[in-house]
């Protein structure tokens, strides 16, 4: 018998098992006074407190029916006290590797420049661009540790992020290996994406930069084990589909998981060829229309929706509904990027996932946990809480799921547990939330 190094005790235990459609608190497969034990960094039971045997050192378990379960002398025990504890948030889509400050935009945005005239007067990503390059390794690992610090406060575990802001082969490979070294020491996982067709270099034209992503970038990156992802943006004024198709399908090739910017300003037909080039997720998508939603349920892409990224530039968000009716999971991702937005909250986003992309709070939180692993095809180790997936938990500063987007912007994370060890405990700070 493997023995418990921590214990959660009398939790209100969502372990994201149900559906993400199904009705009300369906989606989260809700255990009551529940117990989670983890032996290591694996889950090795989760059962209500009634039915469990719990058997410290050499004393008898309690007598009953349910499995017997021997916890480690030196274990650590955690009082849920009847609080909800979920899995772990899971980012999927992040711009967190990057210099520089583009205020200046918000300013043009809401004075009604538009993200393209805003592109083509020399600001967007070619700005952030400049701004990375001339920052030091340095510089930038230190910032990238405390943007996943901060996600982490709220209850992140994982997040992913993306390069993209270099814009030449050594420049990304660059950003790759400071993405790893950035996770080093960080209260969070971090899956590194190769966002490789993000702009067209200054000076350089889009075949080009394409070849040199194909025939040099892709396989360093590949042969030197920097990535776990490829991404491309595909929209007019960036990369058409043949272009994005050519990456995609050579990365996917080469033992990469897929991810596509896909249908943000335009129906491009961006979700059809996320789903016909196997990627785990197509991300945007507000303007995906009944063919691509059709694509990615057959193929099983997951939707990945960024409502702060549309608010952020006034544009309608995606919808929820039309992808959960057709059978595509939605995650919810921040979008955090020096441009459209700098928002670093896990209560606003879920609040956004709900007011604006029309979810329910247990569809948001199955689409922050569940959903949002799948995305990063890493639903084999996280994002549920059930025997066998790491111990990756929250308790949170309250009993009801629908308090977390209530309470908007406002972190809930009491404790927060990665890889079975306490990462941060956070009871003895106020929670003043009503």
Known sequence: MTAATLLIRHGRIATMTGAQNAPGEGPLGLVEDGLVAIAGEQIIHVEP?????????????PPGEGVEIEVAP?????????QLVTPGFVEPHSHLLFAGDRANEFSQRLAGATYAEIGQAGGGIVATVKSTREATDEDLVLAARERLGRLARAGVTTAEVKTGYALSVEGELRLLKLIREAANGAP???VPTLLALHAVPPGMESRAWVESVLKELLPQAAADKLAHGVDAFCEKGAFGTDECRTILEAGVRGGLVGHLHADQLTNSGGAALAAATGCASADHLEKTGSVGIAAMAKSGTVAVLLPLAAWSLKDPPAQAPPFLKAGVPVALGGNLNPGTQRMESVSLLLAAGCVLAGMTPAQALYGMTAAAARALLL?????????????????????DPAHLPYHGAVEHARVVVRRGKVELDLRKEPLRCG
């Open 49 to 61: 407190e009634a039915t469990a045997r719990v058997r410290k050192g050499k004393a008898k378990p």
């Open 74 to 82: 030196n274990a650590v025990e955690i009082d849920a006290q009847g």
């Open 188 to 190: 969070c996982d971090v």
């Open 379 to 399: 639903q084999e180790s996280r994002g549920k809480l059930v025997p066998g997936l790491r111990g990756d938990i929250v308790v949170h500063g309250t009993k």
